[in-house]
């Protein structure tokens, strides 16, 4: 048992046995019920009678966080602009300016707020008064304290509820944001790539004839591991690009599967430099330390890139664009020296 709950069951030991009104339809709500969602919000109390608010205020301070107390409306307003309450509690008939009035204004600045209302009234003139202002919760003096709890009760869980999902949609447009950065930069780097490959297809017209009889002698079954092993590649890549909880151990299994990778590829002696260089890089994310982990978010966007030009140099080998395909060659080679060259400085 916390605090709050001890001393409440020592000073209003009748209040947490009483029982449910079936009469009214309330429930049995106790201490533990309320304190559930109430411990942790704050709450303005507005009541002109001194001596009530005395009383009731010793019962609010036990469930809630903070409490205020004021006078009269002008009190409560001059506090409000000053600072927010997760609730107000506001009687209604008061000097200088009423509880409608009050609503009104609180109204104007947090049009959302919670509010619950006390009031000597029970005539239909007051409740279409309190429905027009947007007031749902409201209680009847004298005061029936069991009433009063499960109005506390109700009220705490919908302010609660309410944060939560506003919690959740903060997170969610955060995680969208994210995301949207994120194919931002995919775009950015096939632009990029586009860019580079119309670059190097200038630059390779004396080795087109050499590609067309080396790279046709990729077996359907090596390009189908190859395949296999580049699903598996990207989504490692992703899952480290995305992941803020990485382990070394992470690294190393990317590394692993470039090395599976290369060691299909090494059937092949038309791909040995290519081959080489992917063992490399398989060796050298295989054997790194923490240091690695603090500069992935770099080194991840180059071997997105690199991991999209080994998917299309692939794809074009299998639908026989020779040309194509060796012009990737010569891009992959130089995109992973790149890349480790940038790994290697991460142990400086």
């Known amino acids: 048992m916390n605090n709050k709950e001890e001393i409440f069951n020592h000073n209003y030991p009748t209040l947490i046995k009483i029982k449910s009104h079936k009469s009214l339809g309330m429930q049995n709500i106790n201490t533990n019920d309320i304190l559930k969602y109430s411990k942790e919000l704050s709450l303005l109390y507005v009541e002109d009678d001194i001596e009530l608010q005395y009383q009731t205020n010793e019962l609010l301070s ?5 409490v205020k107390t004021a006078d009269n409306g002008v009190q409560a307003l001059e506090l409000f602009q000053k600072e927010s309450f997760d609730l107000l509690i506001t009687d209604i008939k008061m000097p200088k300016m009423d509880g409608i009035e009050l609503i009104e204004h609180i109204r104007e600045i947090n049009p959302t707020q919670c509010i619950i209302v006390t009031s000597a009234y029970n005539d239909a003139e007051n409740l279409l008064r309190f429905i027009n202002i947007g007031i749902q919760q409201f209680i009847i003096k004298p005061i029936n304290f069991a009433a009063f709890q499960e109005t ?3 009220a705490s869980k919908i302010i609660v509820n309410e944060k939560l999902v506003e919690s959740y949609r903060k997170n969610l ?6 995301l949207n950065t994120k194919n931002s930069e995919l775009q950015s780097l096939v632009r990029i790539l586009d860019s580079k490959l119309t670059q190097i297809s200038k630059e390779t017209d004396t080795i087109k004839t050499h590609s067309h009889s080396a ?3 990729l077996s359907e079954k090596s390009l189908d591991e190859l395949e296999e092993y580049e699903i598996d590649i990207s989504g490692a890549a992703v899952l480290i690009s995305l992941s803020q ?3 070394i151990a992470n690294i190393t299994v990317l590394g692993e599967m470039f090395l599976a990778y290369a060691s299909v590829l090494s059937k092949y002696a038309e791909y040995e430099q290519l081959t080489s260089e992917i063992k490399l890089l398989g060796a050298t994310l295989s054997n790194q330390n923490e240091l690695f982990l603090e500069r992935t978010e770099d080194i991840s966007i180059l071997l997105e890139s690199f991991i999209y030009v080994l998917r299309m140099w692939r794809k074009n080998i299998k639908s026989q664009e020779i040309q194509k395909a060796f012009e990737l060659h010569a891009s992959m080679i130089n995109d992973i020296s790149t890349i480790i060259s940038l790994i290697d400085r991460t142990r400086e």
């Open 173 to 178: 447009e955060s995680t969208n944001n994210e």
């Open 245 to 247: 909880n990485l382990s």
């Open 62 to 66: 036990v469930l809630f966080k903070s």
């Open 152 to 154: 506390l009760y109700k």
């Open 215 to 217: 790279s046709s002698q």
